[in-house]
């Protein structure tokens, strides 16, 4: 659907410059150039840039994993280790609600760290969003840290989760959403 209306656009482009007094591309714009076609031509020129970057990823292999992928299955598996030894080492059986939301945390980086290892777009897109919302409350933790340790503390958790965010964008990319039933 949306190839159909942008092969539409592009063709009225095309026919708009076949018409006589039509300003070539690249030629500086004059005065009855309306908002409306700078604004067209501005989106044409973003579309052309995405679609050169989507004709350069690669597909995977079958098998292939990408570096980051494998780095976050890892970092979602040594955190639900973590998750566990905390657990165990200072379970409280007055507080059945903080045991039963650590082990849902567990179980949810278990999950990913399993999809993630296999390479699924779903996995990707969950630690996705863990790590934005790690991110987010560890920005709102420096705002409030009383001292130098403790700034330097979620640094030190900020920038591993930004880079790792960021690599993983385009292994999402490469991973491709699966295809939609009936598409």
Same mark, same amino acid.
């Not at 092969?7 to 006589?20: G, L, M, T």
């Not at 905390?86 to 507080?95: G, K, P, R, Y």
């Given at each position: ?23 070539p ?11 409306a076609?700078?604004?067209a ?11 050169a970057?989507?004709a ?18 890892i ?9 566990? *030894? ?11 609600a903080?045991?039963?939301?650590t082990?849902?945390?567990v179980?949810? +980086? ?14 990707? +897109?969950?630690?996705?969003? +863990?790590?934005?919302l790690?991110?987010l409350?560890?920005?709102?933790a *420096? ?15 900020? *920038? ?7 690599? +993983? ?15």
């Open positions: 659907m949306a190839q159909r209306s942008s092969r539409k656009r592009r063709k009225q482009r095309q026919r708009s410059a076949r018409e006589p007094g039509a300003r591309p690249g030629a500086a714009p004059d005065e009855a150039d309306s908002d076609d700078r604004m031509r501005g989106y044409a020129r973003g579309r052309a840039k995405d679609e970057a989507r350069a990823l690669v597909p995977l292999a079958p098998g292939e994993r990408p570096r980051a992928v494998t780095v976050g299955a970092a979602a598996a040594v955190a639900a280790v973590a998750n566990t *030894v905390s657990l165990a080492i200072s379970f409280d059986s007055n507080e059945p903080k045991s039963l939301y082990v849902l945390g179980i949810v +980086l278990v999950a990913i760290a399993a999809g993630m290892w296999r390479a699924r777009y779903w996995a990707v +897109l969950g630690l996705q969003t +863990l790590l934005a790690t991110i409350i560890a920005s709102v *420096v705002i409030t840290a009383g001292n130098l340790w403790a700034v330097l503390l979620v640094i030190a958790i900020i *920038v591993p989760s930004g880079a790792l965010f960021w690599f +993983l964008v385009k292994s999402m990319a490469r991973i491709q959403m699966p295809q939609r039933p009936g598409a």
